[in-house]
């Protein structure tokens, strides 16, 4: 397989090759692509040095992948390009997720969904890939009615800028160039991404309208306030989510530690329950205090942790890119 990876020296970017080679895809020739400044220069992957090319000559390449990660204005003006030349397109960012007519994949709850015909394929949100991945298994079940889910959100999110804020405020370093409107260290900021119309901001929203097209079902109510916090590892999500049927506690515990790409950590007596100090690195979705709403009928409450720069950014990408590599490309491989 060849593959390009855009964005290939971001945060982002550098978990993306770092996946492709700890699940060792199927990699015949690497394209990694950056900015102008970085063409030229090389990056290791797998022992190697790859040189960093530009967006055209890997274009010209036509590669089988494109897996990008560098921003919403990027992925619409090069994306198709990409797709006209019959590369099958990736992408991180919000460009393409709420288009008609592109699919916007978690692959543990919707991967049957991509068709031969698709060649440019959303990657949710990082917030909402770990709320779904955490509910499928319980929506297949129970039917959700309604969600309303608050965040707890890594600095990493809004990438490298904003890790060196927190970092230079925790050791009082002078002149620190801001990234976000106050400090984060120390602090809590209930603001991600800009605000809307609606006093929701753009990221609350993004969980609102992704997880019904995820879910493919637009009659489940959603709300969701979204907030950062100074912390590296991971996002964090206490999700309450209110059925359709009744459930049984025992019976949603048995589901989540069945389900793929869950790992169910919900010992509270002995203090295990998910944090991002332990997701960090790994590319499960962490679940725990997981109990029933005693205020609200048929309603429970739970604990949802995922490293965002994995599961809800790298390791999805890639997942898709094997879901793709194994339905229309494996069997042309083998012939």
């Known amino acids: 397989m060849k593959i390009a990876v855009i964005g290939a020296t971001g945060l982002v970017g550098s978990e993306m090759l770092r996946v492709l080679s700890e699940r060792n895809f199927p990699i015949s020739e690497l394209l990694p692509v950056a900015s102008e400044k970085s063409i030229g220069k090389t990056i290791n992957f797998k022992g190697k040095a790859f040189e960093i090319v530009s967006m055209q000559d890997a274009i010209d390449a036509k590669p089988d992948i494109a897996i990008f990660s560098a921003g919403g204005s990027v992925s619409l003006e090069f994306a198709p390009k990409f797709a006209e030349v019959g590369t099958r397109v990736i992408d991180n960012s919000s460009a393409w997720r709420m288009k008609e007519g592109y699919k916007l994949i978690v692959p ?55 890790v060196d804020q927190m970092m230079q405020e925790r050791t009082n370093t002078k002149n620190i160039a801001q990234v976000y409107p106050h400090r984060i260290d120390l602090n809590v900021l209930p603001h991600i991404d800009v605000f809307l119309d609606n006093g929701y901001t753009k990221e609350e929203m993004k969980m609102v309208n992704e997880t019904k097209k995820i879910f493919n079902n637009q009659n489940i109510q959603v709300t969701a306030t979204a907030v950062r916090i100074p912390v590296i590892g991971g996002h964090s999500e206490a999700v309450n989510v209110e059925f359709e049927q009744e459930f049984d506690l025992k019976e949603v515990s048995r589901l989540l530690s069945e389900a793929e790409g869950v790992i169910l950590e919900d010992e509270p007596n002995e203090n295990r329950y998910p944090m991002p100090l332990f997701a960090h690195g790994k590319d499960e979705v962490f679940v725990g205090r997981i109990r029933r709403d005693e205020s609200q009928a048929k309603t429970l409450n739970m604990w949802i942790v995922a490293d965002n720069l994995r599961k809800g950014a790298a390791t999805n990408a890639v997942q898709i890119a094997e879901y793709i590599f194994e339905n229309f490309f494996a069997e042309a491989q083998q012939v």
């Open 108 to 162: 543990e709850v919707n991967a049957d969904a991509i068709e031969a015909t698709d060649f440019i394929i959303a990657n949710p949100n990082c917030s909402t890939i770990q709320m779904v991945v955490a509910l499928a298994p319980l929506h297949r079940k129970y039917n959700i009615k309604r969600i309303v889910v608050s965040t707890y959100q890594s600095v990493t999110g809004t990438g490298k800028a904003a």
